[in-house]
């Protein structure tokens, strides 16, 4: 029900935000196509793959014509070519592995791309919202959006590990879109005191969280560890807080100075940061300049978003002023429930990169390449930081402890005590 709010401010709503009632933060129907001047980068982002493992990627670049991105028109259109470029730019980064990577972008490849990126607010670097919002599509337009009936528009090597990657992200994304669309609820009924309103939009958010878990689950599943650490990631890496491009790119015709861009990360999804900033999740010291910094990887209106539920009045006060039992309840278990969402993406990096880090480098001491010489050939410069340049597991520990710091003063430890399922 639409809440009714005291005085002449007007409702919060996510209309002005770009966010879908039925897809949260995806692209709704993002285009497969870019007008024919465009073919030659469309040509080349296909074949990514194919073109690192022959090592003529880079070669194929340089070859490629200059075209202006004047005649990109609408928004859509902007996303592809962003998207197109950016999977073009990471495999020519990393076409070589860590030992033989490159110090500047081709003019032919940088100008149009900086000049993209400028016109969308995004930086020049593949990020999540290119990888997962703006690159799906559906097999059968009538289907289910489920993993059988979702497909990628580009991708990078590592096979079908690469599509089960983006696509268990993009359907934690979709468990999230009841949880986007209840903020508003909780925020208008904040405004006009109605407890009701905001106890049962943050049950309906708990659901969400947990079916975000039981979503992310399916990673198991769909990517393969040794694929995932030995191949994929490093063409997720960027050039900041990254040993292996120390000075960052020189995008050549934009400036004469390297620039550093963070690889992609977990962190550039605008839902938690959402999700954190309506329970008061305070992030401090060096993880919150991180995940603060990521909030320049999103779309311009989806970290507008964030900002703007943050000035709103305090839900925490809120609910410690009612004293209502299901009220209390309620926003406890949507903490606990993001808890547990966040415990269970710590197995997550650990099954994915923690493990196979540790199986490489047993397999270098011993001078092994044979069984597992997919994980023993991974970045060793990688081994214990994020695609984004995070010091992962210390990271996303200390993330997890100031969520439970959200929990209300007076049953903190109970919650606490609350088995994450």
């Known amino acids: 029900m639409a809440a009714v709010v ?34 030659p980068w469309m040509d080349i982002a296909l074949r990514v793959p194919e073109l690192v493992r022959s090592h003529g990627l880079r070669s194929c670049i340089h070859k490629m014509p200059l075209l202006s991105s004047q005649f990109l028109e609408r928004h859509r259109e902007l996303r592809l070519a962003h998207l197109a470029l950016s999977v073009m730019t990471m495999g020519y980064a990393w076409q070589e592995g860590e030992n033989d990577t490159v110090e500047t972008l081709p003019r032919n490849l940088a100008v149009p791309y900086w ?40 991708t990078l090597p590592g096979g079908d590990s690469v599509r ?25 009924g904040v405004r006009c005191g ?73 962190a550039q999804s605008s839902l938690l940061h959402c999700f954190d900033e309506l329970l008061g999740v305070k992030h401090e010291a060096k993880s919150g300049a991180f995940l603060t910094r990521m ?43 993001l808890l547990a969402f966040r415990s269970y993406h710590i197995n997550v990096v650990s099954r994915f990169i923690t493990v196979p880090a540790a199986r490489a480098r047993q397999l270098r001491s011993q001078g092994q ?33 100031q969520t439970r710091d959200a929990y209300l003063p007076e049953t903190g430890k109970d919650s606490q005590s609350q088995k994450l399922t």
């Not at 000049?115 to 289907?143: C, F, M, Y």
Request: with cysteine; hydrophobic share 40%; net charge negative.
């Open 295 to 337: 909030r320049n990887y999103m779309p311009p209106a989806h970290k507008q978003l964030i900002h703007d539920i943050s000035l709103q009045p305090s839900l925490k006060s809120f609910v410690h002023q009612r004293a209502s039992e299901r009220l209390s309840q309620a926003f406890q278990l949507c903490v606990t429930k």
């Open 369 to 401: 390449a044979s069984e597992g010489e997919m994980i023993s050939r991974a970045p060793t410069a990688l081994e214990e930081r994020g695609t984004g340049g995070s010091g992962i597991m210390t990271f996303l520990k200390t993330v997890r402890d």
């Open 6 to 39: 005291t005085g002449s401010k007007a409702p919060f709503s996510l209309d002005l935000y770009h966010v879908s009632e039925e897809l949260g933060f995806l692209l709704p129907q993002p285009l497969e196509e870019l007008p024919p001047y465009y073919q």
């Open 164 to 188: 089960g990657f983006f696509m268990v992200t993009l359907l934690v994304e979709l468990a999230a879109v009841p949880a986007l669309r209840s903020i508003p609820i909780v925020i208008n």
């Open 115 to 154: 000049e993209v990126s400028q016109r969308l607010g995004l930086p020049p670097i593949l990020t999540h919202a290119d990888a997962v919002l703006a690159n799906w599509k559906k097999r059968d337009p009538e289907g289910p959006f489920d993993m059988e009936n979702l497909e990628l528009l580009v």
């Open 194 to 266: 109605d407890a009701e309103a905001v106890a049962k939009a943050l049950e309906d958010i708990s659901q969400s969280i947990q079916d975000m878990t039981d979503a992310l689950k399916l990673m198991q599943v769909y990517v393969e560890p040794s694929v995932f650490y030995g191949i994929m990631r490093i063409y997720l890496s960027g050039w900041k807080d990254n040993p292996s491009m120390p000075k960052g790119v020189v995008y050549e015709g934009v400036q004469t100075e390297p620039m550093e861009y963070s690889g992609g990360s977990a």
